[in-house]
T-cell receptor, first 116, second 113 residues
Framework: NAGVTQTPKFQVLKTGQSMTLQCAQD?????MYWYRQDPGMGLRLIYY???????DKGEVPNGYNVSRLNKREFSLRLESAAPSQTSVYFC???????????????FGPGTRLTVL | GNSVTQMEGPVTLSEEAFLTINCTYTATGYPSLFWYVQYPGEGLQLLLKATKADDKGSNKGFEATYRKETTSFHLEKGSVQVSDSAVYFCALTPSGSARQLTFGSGTQLTVLP
């Protein structure tokens, strides 16, 4: 049981290049999330997917797209990278079982992205 | 909207010192409150939680009490260890939604031997 995995761990891009960050979970969770972490700002939600086949914008969606490929995988795409997207990106998942007051979010180890 | 405010870091303590990291929140109704910890090079892990007023969450010697009257959820530990060095995040989910987390900015803790 690997939990939440992310690839790559590190990436350097030039302005204007594109790339896709991959995330997978093996816990049969319904909901998945993409966050970015910037110094002094905590984690901010980019996009989330409440269930397979659905995606919604979070707090900072501009410049990103997502795909919920299947229940396990949720990818984040930067079509034209900008220096402002230099950050650490975290994927998370949660059971999302209806009727429960709270379910713990499980986080991946992160992808450190630098855009030059 | 919802927000979480944490005390600014970094915080540096000697081993066995008492730790307090302040956290206050703004939210309507009765949110659930959490502390997450991030060790160097890793993702976030849930440290403790409280889902209703006056609840006390505890784990690994850390404690935090949900205070509705002061909208606070301060993290405390009586005797810190070097292994507690990490970044600590306070977070909330709003009433009626178990899925949306709002994070504070994080507090870096360094414990010296």
């Amino acid at each position: 049981n690997a939990g939440v995995t992310q690839t790559p761990k590190f990436q350097v891009l030039k302005t204007g290049q594109s790339m896709t960050l991959q995330c997978a979970q093996d816990m049969n969770h319904n909901s998945m999330y993409w966050y970015r972490q910037d110094p002094g700002m905590g984690l901010r939600l980019i996009y989330y997917s409440a269930s397979e086949g659905t995606t919604d914008k979070g707090e900072v969606p501009n410049g990103y797209n997502v795909s919920r490929l299947n229940k396990r995988e949720f990818s984040l795409r930067l079509e034209s990278a900008a220096p402002s997207q230099t950050s650490v990106y975290f994927c998370a998942s949660i059971t999302g079982t209806s009727g429960k007051l709270y379910n713990e979010q499980f986080f991946g180890p992160g992808t450190r992205l630098t855009v030059l | 909207g919802n927000s979480v405010t944490q005390m600014e870091g970094p915080v540096t303590l000697s081993e066995e010192a008492f730790l307090t990291i302040n956290c206050t929140y703004t939210a309507t109704g009765y949110p659930s409150l959490f502390w997450y910890v991030q060790y160097p090079g890793e993702g976030l892990q849930l440290l403790l939680k409280a889902t209703k007023a006056d609840d006390k969450g505890s784990n690994k010697g850390f404690e935090a009490t949900y205070r509705k009257e002061t909208t606070s959820f301060h993290l405390e530990k009586g005797s810190v260890q070097v292994s507690d060095s990490a970044v600590y995040f306070c977070a909330l989910t709003p009433s009626g939604s178990a899925r949306q987390l709002t994070f504070g900015s994080g507090t870096q803790l360094t414990v010296l031997p």
